[in-house]
């Protein structure tokens, strides 16, 4: 049986909170700090975590990939962090972050990851990275050879696939880095507090929802308009679509079954407190079973 389009946004709500632990996780911070970078908040530790498969990257570089911060705030932290730690030893730290946050949540269960670990590589090698440039970095990694950091390596080139596209179908239907923002919150998908760690200053924000305004997606009160809602649904349903191939490839019997081994790790992640209840990312409660 081949998965619909709708089916890759029920893995990502799947596997999403497994490798999402890392952003929050002690083990994670104490590498951070070994390695130089202030952590105080995450953000210092976040950029150059997540950009150093690119290498060395500029601004300008990282403020494009990850499209929604202000690149104000990007620039904050990069190229600073290079002068901190290379990415070869951000790269290193990652993995030890990884490996620490594991062993504590999982406890001996971190042993039974071997199977999960597998199926999670073979999504990951069958992602075609084409126009997809934070994936394809990761893809590019050599592979760990311990089961439970192969597994997280694994999702965070399925999770970057999806970022991509999702990156492209907010260009796709005319979002600007801050309106994809602004236009997220109005509908409701979290509270515009949470967005505050985009970098976006007040003026910004309502500026991005005056232009939202004249498009006719969000009234004056900033609440997306039937129009708006219509077009975030559209922006979901083409990340959806272009986010579909891995599991097709790898069919839905293996892709559920990943799912069905990976639901301990979710939510022993959940149970650790560590991740936030508000969030963007789909991981504030226990997935349904895989359909």
Same mark, same amino acid.
């Given at each position: 049986?081949?998965?619909?389009?709708?089916?890759?946004?029920?893995?990502?709500?799947?596997?999403?909170?497994?490798?999402?632990?890392?952003?929050?996780?002690?083990?994670?911070?104490?590498?951070?700090?070994?390695?130089?970078?202030? /952590?105080?908040?995450?953000?210092?530790?976040?950029?150059?975590?997540?950009?150093?498969?690119?290498?060395?990257?500029?601004?300008?570089?990282?403020?494009?990939?990850?499209?929604?911060?202000?690149?104000?705030?990007?620039?904050?932290?990069?190229?600073?962090?290079?002068?901190?730690?290379?990415?070869?030893?951000?790269?290193?730290?990652? !993995?030890?972050?990884?490996?620490?946050?594991?062993?504590?949540?999982?406890?001996?269960?971190?042993?039974?990851?071997?199977?999960?670990?597998?199926?999670?590589?073979?999504?990951?090698?069958?992602?075609?990275?084409?126009?997809?440039?934070?994936?394809?970095?990761?893809?590019?990694?050599?592979?760990?050879?311990?089961?439970?950091?192969?597994?997280?390596?694994?999702?965070?080139?399925?999770?970057?696939?999806?970022?991509?596209?999702?990156?492209?179908?907010?260009?796709?239907?005319? !979002?600007?880095?801050?309106?994809?923002?602004?236009?997220?919150?109005?509908?409701?998908?979290?509270?515009?507090?949470?967005?505050?760690?985009?970098?976006?200053?007040?003026?910004?924000?309502?500026?991005?929802?005056?232009?939202?305004?004249?498009?006719? !997606?969000?009234?004056?009160?900033?609440?997306?308009?039937?129009?708006?809602?219509?077009?975030?649904? /559209?922006?979901?349903?083409? /990340?959806?679509? !272009?986010?579909?191939?891995?599991?097709?490839?790898?069919?839905?019997?293996?892709?559920?079954?990943?799912?069905?081994? /990976?639901?301990?790790?979710?939510?022993?992640?959940?149970?650790?407190?560590?991740?936030?209840?508000?969030?963007?990312?789909?991981?504030?409660?226990?997935?349904?079973?895989?359909?």
């Amino acid at each position: 049986m081949t998965p619909d389009p709708g089916f890759a946004r029920h893995m990502w709500q799947q596997i999403e909170p497994v490798h999402a632990l890392f952003w929050y996780a002690p083990e994670v911070f104490a590498e951070a700090s070994a390695l130089g970078f202030k /952590t105080d908040t995450r953000w210092p530790s976040y950029f150059a975590w997540r950009s150093a498969p690119l290498g060395a990257a500029g601004p300008e570089q990282v403020s494009a990939a990850f499209y929604s911060f202000s690149p104000r705030m990007v620039a904050e932290h990069i190229p600073a962090a290079w002068d901190l730690a290379t990415p070869a030893q951000v790269l290193e730290g990652r !993995l030890r972050g990884v490996d620490g946050m594991y062993r504590t949540v999982l406890g001996d269960k971190i042993n039974d990851l071997a199977e999960a670990a597998d199926l999670a590589r073979e999504a990951a090698e069958l992602a075609n990275t084409a126009g997809r440039p934070i994936a394809a970095a990761n893809a590019d990694l050599p592979w760990p050879d311990e089961p439970h950091l192969v597994l997280w390596q694994a999702i965070g080139i399925l999770r970057e696939h999806r970022g991509d596209g999702h990156v492209a179908a907010l260009l796709t239907s005319g !979002l600007d880095p801050a309106e994809a923002l602004v236009s997220f919150a109005a509908i409701d998908a979290a509270p515009v507090e949470t967005f505050a760690s985009r970098g976006w200053t007040t003026d910004e924000w309502q500026a991005a929802q005056d232009r939202l305004a004249s498009r006719g !997606l969000v009234d004056a009160d900033g609440h997306a308009t039937t129009k708006g809602r219509e077009l975030r649904d /559209t922006v979901e349903r083409i /990340t959806d679509d !272009l986010a579909i191939a891995p599991w097709e490839a790898l069919g839905k019997e293996k892709a559920d079954r990943l799912a069905e081994l /990976t639901l301990p790790v979710f939510i022993a992640n959940l149970e650790s407190g560590l991740l936030p209840a508000t969030n963007t990312l789909g991981i504030g409660k226990v997935p349904a079973p895989p359909r």
